[in-house]
């Protein structure tokens, strides 16, 4: 696997960043398969970069009615919930580009979680086994990291961490007192390319921890991301990435 860091000076240079490496993974999966296979990041960092997508500077730049959505984690909330990671994407991106119904592969959060959890692996199992794939090969996975370090829903200490069969799983985070749905290390480290996108110096411990730092994934769970057929690239403001040696 290949890491790079890439350390943009505003927070707008690293979502113009993200998009553009969105679009260059799409043109790449266009050419080698005919389709692309995303899976999107929750929370706030995304936002900027959805909305740059949907926008009349790189949307026309993307074949959308040959993409497929999929989501790296999902909150245990209604898909009107305000919280909802689909009903993020929606708003920024899916309701803005023509991306079939049918290729929004979303996470069903208004089923109980180990429902919603069953439900989407076997989503995934279907869409990635019926195109002869034994794991779920994403062409890029977009992630987000929490300031002590969790990505999508593995935050420390969680037991998902060393998890080695399932590719999705529910998981009752403590810190959020709420159930999450969330991709696991084996869906995670399956992936062609993962983009972290990382903005604000509340991230800048967890940045360079995990970049440093010898490997303690039950810490620092990003760390357990490592797609040994896959690259990883980090994508982050000065802010986050003040504390990384040059
Ligand atoms: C979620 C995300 C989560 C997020 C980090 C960072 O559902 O919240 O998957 O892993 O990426 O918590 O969140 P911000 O981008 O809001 O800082």
């Known amino acids: 696997m290949s890491s790079q860091l890439r350390v943009y000076p505003t927070r707008s240079a690293a979502a113009h960043a993200a998009a553009a490496q969105f679009v260059a993974s799409t043109e790449r999966a266009m050419t080698t398969q005919g389709r692309f296979t995303v899976a999107l990041a929750g929370g706030n960092t995304p936002r900027d970069v959805y909305r740059l997508l949907a926008s009349d500077e790189y949307a026309p730049m993307v074949d959308w009615k040959n993409v497929h959505v999929f989501w790296g984690d999902e909150r245990c909330v209604p898909l009107n919930d305000a919280e909802n990671n689909a009903h993020m994407a929606r708003e920024t991106l899916l309701d803005h580009v023509p991306v079939p119904v049918t ?17 989407y692996e076997k989503t995934l199992r279907q869409f990635f086994n019926s195109r002869d794939m034994k794991l779920p090969r994403f062409d890029l996975v977009l992630l987000g990291l ?48 993962v983009i972290f996108t990382v903005i604000g110096e509340e991230k800048a411990q967890a940045v360079k921890q995990i970049l440093s730092e010898p490997k303690q994934p039950n810490l620092l769970p990003a760390q357990i991301v490592d797609p040994p057929e896959g690259q990883v690239v980090w994508i982050a403001d000065k802010a986050a990435a003040s504390l990384v040696n040059p």
């Open 103 to 119: 290729n929004i592969h979303r996470i069903q959060s208004q089923l109980p979680p180990e429902e919603a959890a069953l439900d």
């Open 146 to 193: 929490g300031a002590e370090g969790h990505t999508a829903s593995l935050f420390p200490g969680s037991p998902l961490i060393t998890e080695r069969e399932r590719w999705a799983a529910a998981v009752y985070v403590e810190k959020m007192k709420s159930w999450r749905i969330t991709l696991t290390p084996v869906a995670l480290n399956a992936a062609s390319k």
